[in-house]
């Protein structure tokens, strides 16, 4: 019987690593240099709209993609301006009072809409931001356009158109003139006008993008009748002349 000397254990080259193990060490450093790449273009990206509203921002259609603030201001002016062309007709017992858009500041709220578009995408971190940009050039933003007007300046002039419409009512009354005869001294009514829905409904339509060129309304009017009407003195004075009239006693022939 051959004994065989000691068995040979089988051994692996281990001096360089499997084909998996540097296809995925590969994989991984393109990949982190693809990243670092697109950050970094995306960063570039970022910085070059310093200051100045992202592509891919808009106001109610209007594109302020790279524009800076005062560009902003002046492009949405432009789009926009017709807004202050316009005026409100109050109609009251007197006639009409007209009030202009100007007058009350009526516009459209550029400042903040500029404001807005300028901070689309610059909240957060620096990948936050990247994030941001990507999605308004792809995407966009569409901000709604809003109006803005005095209010204060606009229920003023109401009040005021108002104010001048009250008249006080004037008591009638009998007197006795010099000949010893009586006289109706006429009074007539007064009159006041509460305006303060007329402003609600007012403000109410200007603050609307598609307000009309002219808002009418018609100032409610409440009559005060005086405590003595002319009416009233009428009938006394008839009732003091019968009774002041002279009266004839005849006694016997």
Do not use: C, W
Request: zero cysteines; aromatic letters at 4%.
């Amino acid at each position: 019987m051959r004994f065989d000397p000691d068995p040979v254990t089988e051994t692996r080259p281990t001096g360089r690593p499997s084909a998996r193990l540097r296809f995925g060490v590969a994989f991984l450093v393109g990949l982190l240099i693809t990243l670092g790449l697109g950050a970094g273009a995306m960063y570039a990206y970022d910085q070059q709209y310093t200051g100045r509203v992202l592509p891919g921002v808009r106001v109610g259609g209007v594109d302020l993609s790279g524009l800076s603030p005062d560009q902003a201001r002046a492009t949405l002016d432009g789009a926009y301006g017709a807004m202050t062309d316009g005026r409100i007709v109050l109609t009251g017992p007197d006639g009409k009072t007209v009030i202009t858009y100007a007058e009350i500041g009526r516009r459209l709220d550029t400042e903040a809409l500029v404001d807005e578009a300028v901070a689309v995408g610059r909240d957060g971190t620096a990948i936050d931001r990247v994030v941001a940009n990507a999605r308004t050039a792809v995407r966009g933003v569409d901000l709604a356009p809003r109006v803005t007007f005095d209010a204060k300046v606009l229920a003023d002039r109401i009040n005021a158109v108002a104010a001048g419409l009250r008249v006080e009512p004037a008591e009638a009354s009998v007197k006795a003139t010099e000949a010893l005869e009586f006289e109706v001294v006429a009074g007539h009514p007064g009159r006041v006008v509460d305006a303060s829905e007329v402003a609600q409904s007012i403000a109410a339509q200007l603050a609307a993008l598609d307000a009309p060129a002219e808002v009418t309304a018609t100032l409610p009017v409440e009559v005060i009748e005086p405590d003595v009407t002319t009416a009233e003195a009428t009938h006394a004075e008839a009732v003091a002349e019968r009774i002041a009239a002279d009266i004839t006693l005849v006694v016997g022939s």
